[in-house]
C-alpha cells in the first residue's frame, strides 16, 4: 500500500476528504477503505482539528523519507 503524506496537507482538502468519508463516500482505494470507517466517527468539530493539526506539521518530502 502507499500512503499519502499528511504533514503539511492543506487543511481544507483534509477536511473536505474527510467529511466525504464520514458521509458515506464510495472508497476508491485500500487506504480510502482504512480512512472511510475512522473518519465516520468523528464530530465536525474534530475532523476541524485533525486537519487544522496535520496542516500545521511540515511537510515531508520524498528523499526526507526514513530520516525522520
Known amino acids: ?3 499519502r503524506r499528511l504533514g ?4 481544507a482538502y ?3 476528504r474527510l467529511q466525504r468519508w464520514k458521509s458515506g463516500m464510495q472508497s476508491s482505494s485500500p ?3 482504512i480512512m472511510a470507517p475512522i ?3 468523528l464530530s465536525d468539530a474534530q475532523i476541524d482539528a485533525v486537519a487544522a493539526y496535520y496542516a500545521s506539521l511540515p ?3 520524498p ?3 526514513g530520516r525522520r
Not at 503539511?8 to 487543511?11: E, F, I
Open 59 to 61: 511537510a515531508i518530502q
Open 1 to 3: 500500500l502507499s500512503y
Open 39 to 41: 473518519a465516520q466517527l
Open 31 to 33: 487506504a480510502e477503505s
Open 63 to 65: 528523499s526526507e523519507r
Open 8 to 11: 503539511g496537507q492543506n487543511a
Open 14 to 16: 483534509a477536511r473536505g
